[in-house]
């Protein structure tokens, strides 16, 4: 069973749509999080939801939006796509608390 | 909010040698300092992690030292294996479930 699991993997579109990606994760965890890591690889914080409450928010454009149907859950929306959202996503989520993130496979999205 | 600053940003060794990568941090309230290492193409997997009450920890070839003093914590892998060449990175949590992370290191192991 996929702990953490996010769709689609790959996704390609024009400048201006806007797209999502889904995450969910089975492992009944309270806090689940959206990373991005760009072509240097750098990992960057984006969301983080608890018990359906935002409670980071890393200078991420209004554009990038999180929405939490349920626990499990932690989907992102993306409008008006531009060049440099080009990267990685990740899902994540972790008991809450200090301790191991577990990461989804990530989503290469890219925009032309 | 908290800086983790990372090096060296690649790092190559032959097998069998040490490999060494260092972090250093901002927020003196961070508490917990985990070590992930991204496969290419991969998702990032934990290898280890150490606590603020605890200067040092090892499993196996792979051990962590934290000096919360100087701020700084540091990554050993010895007698590294070919399937040690990744990107390694770094954080630090400040809690609130806020993790940051290094810029990583991509450690090379030439067979």
């Known amino acids: 069973d996929t702990a953490v699991s996010q769709t689609p993997k790959y996704l390609v579109t024009q400048m201006g749509n806007d797209k999502s990606i889904k995450c969910e994760q089975n492992?009944?965890?309270?806090?689940m999080y959206w990373y991005k890591q760009d072509s240097k690889k750098f990992l960057k914080i984006m969301f983080s939801y608890n018990n359906k409450e935002l409670i980071i928010n890393e200078t991420v454009p209004n554009r990038f939006s999180p929405k939490s149907p349920d626990k499990a859950h932690l989907n992102l929306h993306i409008n008006s796509l531009e060049l440099g959202d080009s990267a990685v996503y990740f899902c994540?989520?972790?008991?809450?608390?200090?301790?191991?993130?577990?990461f989804g496979e990530g989503s290469r999205l890219t925009v032309l | 909010g908290e800086n983790v600053e990372q090096h060296p940003s690649t790092l190559s060794v032959q097998e069998g040698d040490s490999a060494v990568i260092k972090c250093t941090y901002s927020d003196s309230a961070s508490n917990y300092f985990p070590w992930y290492k991204q496969e290419l193409g991969k998702r990032p997997q934990l290898i280890i992690d150490i606590r603020s009450n605890v200067g040092e920890k090892k499993d196996q070839r792979i051990a962590v030292t934290l000096n919360k003093t100087a701020k700084h914590f540091s990554l050993h892998i010895t007698e590294t294996q070919p399937e040690d060449s990744a990107v390694y990175f770094c954080a630090a949590e400040t809690g609130a479930n806020n993790l940051f992370f290094g810029t990583g290191t991509r450690l090379t192991v030439i067979p």
């Open positions: 994540a989520s972790s008991r809450g608390g200090p301790g191991e993130l577990f």
């Open positions: 492992l009944g965890h309270d806090t």
